[in-house]
């Protein structure tokens, strides 16, 4: 299983995976290659529905190197997203 994050989009997951819920219930993705929303607007999660473009989600999709070892995600450059929940 791969897991690409998209740069200001979902998560895409190519291959054997399995999605639970927290409860332990099983997903049915129905295919080998999913999306999965990250920007917490999709009406579909946690898949992803488009809904970023619509809100502006920024985020980064390449880990940025830290001198401690951790990995992060590159911090999105530009404007944060607005609307009702910020
Ligand atoms: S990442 Fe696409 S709808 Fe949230």
Known sequence: ??????EDGPLLI?????LRTPDGEI??????????CRCGRSGIKPFCDGSHRVVGFRA????DPTPAGECRL???????RTGPDG
């Open 27 to 36: 997903i049915e993705a129905g295919r080998d290659t999913v999306a999965l």
């Open 60 to 63: 980064g999709a390449a880990p």
């Open 1 to 6: 299983m791969t897991v690409t994050p998209y």
């Open 74 to 80: 590159r911090p999105a450059t530009g404007p944060r």
């Open 14 to 18: 190519r291959g054997d995976f399995l």
